[in-house]
């Protein structure tokens, strides 16, 4: 068709449709201004736990280094302990962190780490070298798949998420603390509520859980699959999650169907957090943020949309502060990243208005 030929209505028409650009993928979520980013730390040697003390300040856990740095706006980093027993190989070390709802009377703090034998939780009080309780041991390690996220989740209660420790068969067997949600007291001993009596195990069938978070009084798990589908999953106690039987959705129906899924390229899900009704996952080899919006009931309330891809490399933690800011930690020094000088890096985001 020639434009000459047609009349001026005609020609603006077709240039107002052609006019309509493509919509644009999203670059700031509804919560946080993605455009104004605060860097609060560089130079980190693999951090991969985040926990937020009283008074604001964050814990940090260094993967390889069994260092726990407590991190302020506008101030360097500082230790304020290093643990004993860590045994940094593969994707093992000193893993996740928790600080204890009851902090200002007890003065808590939890880890997650890889030991000689096995994975264990401990509790402590932050001094250089403080004296670790170990409160759950026995949960199986290996250079790969060790979980390592744990959380207090609203109830009060402890949470883990454990990976398969490399062997599938652990994640379907009530007996293993592989490939589960771990649900525990403060002591690490089991509620009376959990679904088997006397068990911290509260969900089965994981291959590696890396992200914990609730939102809407409801639980939601990040893990990573294998060759095909990583998953978000939302939470129910006594859960079976389908590994090693079922990746990705589908399977029988005795099995949790995840609520979102990526291809691995895309994902590798880490942290998670859920800030009003969407909730934010943290990915490796996707190096991006994912923004999942979730409908209250469990589900999704649309397609997950991402943020930052590209800009900050290997993502491993995401987190909301108590001022509302949303933490983003760098993963670039894990061996498997492309790390530039400031690299490990801790950057926050603030709330939009």
Do not use: C
Request: no cysteine; aromatic share 8%.
């Amino acid at each position: 068709m020639n434009l000459r030929t047609l009349s001026l209505a005609a020609v603006l028409a077709l240039a107002s449709l052609v006019a309509v650009p493509a919509p644009a993928p999203a670059q700031e979520d509804a919560g946080f201004d993605f455009a104004r980013p605060q860097v609060l730390a560089t130079g980190l040697t693999v951090p991969w736990g985040l926990a937020f003390l009283p008074d604001g300040s964050a814990l940090v856990s260094e993967r390889t280094s069994a260092r726990v740095l407590q991190v302020r706006p506008d101030s360097a980093p500082v230790e304020v302990a290093r643990l004993s027993g860590v045994q940094a190989a593969g994707e093992g070390g000193l893993l996740g962190l928790a600080v204890s709802p009851s902090y200002a009377q007890d003065g808590y703090v939890y880890a997650y780490y890889t030991a000689a034998s096995d994975n264990r939780i401990v509790r402590f009080r932050l001094a250089a070298s403080p004296q670790q309780e170990v409160i759950r041991s026995g949960i199986p390690r290996s250079s790969i798949h060790n979980g390592g996220r744990i959380h207090f989740g609203p109830d009060g209660m402890l949470y883990a998420g454990t990976g398969d420790g490399g062997q599938t068969a652990n994640a379907q067997d009530w007996q293993s603390l592989g490939g589960k949600i771990l649900r525990m007291l403060p002591d690490g001993s089991a509620p009376a509520d959990n679904p088997r009596p006397g068990s911290v195990v509260y969900t089965l069938g994981h291959r590696n859980v890396q992200g914990l978070a609730w939102g809407g009084g409801r639980m939601y798990a990040s893990e990573f699959g294998q060759n095909t589908w990583d998953e978000i999953n939302h939470i129910v106690p006594g859960g079976n999650y389908g590994w090693p039987q079922v990746e990705g959705p589908g399977g029988a129906p005795a099995y949790q169907a995840p609520i979102v899924t990526w291809a691995t390229s895309e994902a590798s899900p880490s942290g998670a957090t859920v800030s009003g009704s969407t909730l934010y996952a943290a990915a490796l080899r996707g190096r991006r943020l994912w923004q999942v919006p979730l409908d209250g009931s469990g589900g999704t309330a649309g397609a997950p949309s991402a943020v930052l891809q590209d800009a900050y490399g290997r993502l491993r933690t995401v987190a909301v502060d108590p001022e509302g800011w949303l933490w983003v930690m760098t993963s670039n020094r894990d061996g498997r990243g492309t790390p530039i000088a400031a690299d490990d890096r801790i950057v926050r985001f603030p709330p939009t208005g």
